[in-house]
Nanobody, 119 residues
């Protein structure tokens, strides 16, 4: 089992920054891919970014490319999502997720952390 606990959400003005953290525990993570997803009110959950725990490969949704940065702290088993130049449209509950590199879908999910961007 893998446990994920997010933190760092809050209220921020448009143009501001927030850093989300996801503490990961429960298993050796070298073969895992860590992702961030978000779900806005009335909308489906969407992919934001992911990072390969072992190789550091990253990918981003077009909507956040150039503004968000995903990174992993292997020593402390923490995954970060640095969010810059926030927009009102970034308002959502943000979820951390994990899968092995052989899985198609994400198997483990955190409880989510709320991000509200005001105009």
């Amino acid at each position: 089992q893998v446990q994920l606990v997010e933190s760092g959400g809050g209220l921020v003005q448009a143009g501001g920054s927030l850093r989300l953290s996801c503490v990961v525990s429960g298993r050796t993570l070298s073969t895992y891919v860590m992702g961030w997803f978000r779900q806005a009110p009335g909308k489906a959950r969407e992919f934001v970014a992911d990072v390969s725990w072992s190789g550091g490969r990253t990918s981003y949704a077009d909507s956040v490319k150039g503004r968000f940065i995903i990174s992993g702290d292997n020593a402390n088993n923490v995954v970060y999502l640095q969010m810059n130049s926030l927009k009102v449209d970034d308002t959502a509950v943000y979820y951390c997720a994990a899968r092995t590199r052989w899985d198609i879908s994400y198997k483990y999910w955190g409880q989510g952390t709320q991000v509200i961007v005001s105009s």
